[in-house]
T-cell receptor, first 113, second 110 residues
Framework: AQSVTQLDSHVSVSEGTPVLLRCNYSSSYSPSLFWYVQHPNKGLQLLLKYTSAATLVKGINGFEAEFKKSETSFHLTKPSAHMSDAAEYFCVVSGIGNEKLTFGTGTRLTIIP | NAGVTQTPKFRILKIGQSMTLQCTQDMNHNYMYWYRQDPGMGLKLIYYSVGAGITDKGEVPNGYNVSRSTTEDFPLRLELAAPSQTSVYFC?????????FGPGTRLTVL
């Protein structure tokens, strides 16, 4: 079985400052990991995914994440926050065969003007 | 491509009523899923399907039923609505390891 823990339910940063959203995972095999973003009243959109290739993954809108097996972490970062980044972010781990996803409880990112 | 579409966008039901949430994808994906999202929570898997005629339970299937007669459509049925089913429902389909989500249906049961 797999699980994922998002360490912060809410993160606030000022516009133009770095963003760090933390995610730890648990899996009995080599998982695929994802970050999804959900803007208010919208569906989920894939930001980036890790599937056992390069450990540093680049996604859309300047986001990236680093897979660290020794720390079982997959933290999401962005060098400079933009107002349009305000949203809910979900860290997700896949099951065997990538048939099922397990979602974290989400981190709400607020950008302060 | 329209991607994954869901209808209706909003619905209010009375306790005990029934309804079907529609989900259609035009990407010819075999895998399709239904999730519910409660406030402050992640998504919970209700049912999923690996192809036409094949469905299986997810984490929270009680109170729901599904069918998959075609590759495109994966409707979710609520037979006897209960207040605990008040939630936002998302349908998704998968290609390789990426899930594509519909815009959601916001359901309130009063």
């Amino acid at each position: 079985a797999q699980s994922v823990t998002q360490l912060d339910s809410h993160v606030s940063v000022s516009e133009g400052t770095p963003v760090l959203l933390r995610c730890n995972y648990s899996s009995s095999y080599s998982p695929s990991l994802f970050w999804y973003v959900q803007h208010p009243n919208k569906g989920l959109q894939l930001l980036l995914k890790y599937t056992s290739a390069a450990t540093l993954v680049k996604g859309i809108n300047g986001f990236e994440a680093e897979f660290k097996k020794s720390e079982t972490s997959f933290h999401l970062t962005k060098p400079s926050a933009h107002m349009s980044d305000a949203a809910e972010y979900f860290c997700v781990v896949s099951g065997i065969g990538n048939e099922k996803l397990t979602f974290g409880t989400g981190t709400r990112l607020t950008i302060i003007p | 491509n329209a991607g994954v579409t869901q209808t209706p966008k909003f619905r209010i039901l009375k306790i005990g009523q029934s309804m079907t949430l529609q989900c259609t994808q035009d990407m010819n994906h075999n895998y399709m899923y239904w999730y519910r999202q409660d406030p402050g929570m992640g998504l919970k898997l209700i049912y999923y399907s690996v192809g036409a005629g094949i469905t299986d339970k997810g984490e929270v299937p009680n109170g729901y039923n599904v069918s998959r007669s075609t590759t495109e459509d994966f409707p979710l049925r609520l037979e006897l609505a209960a207040p605990s089913q008040t939630s936002v429902y998302f349908c998704a389909s998968t290609y390789t390891d990426t899930q594509y989500f519909g815009p959601g249906t916001r359901l309130t049961v009063l």
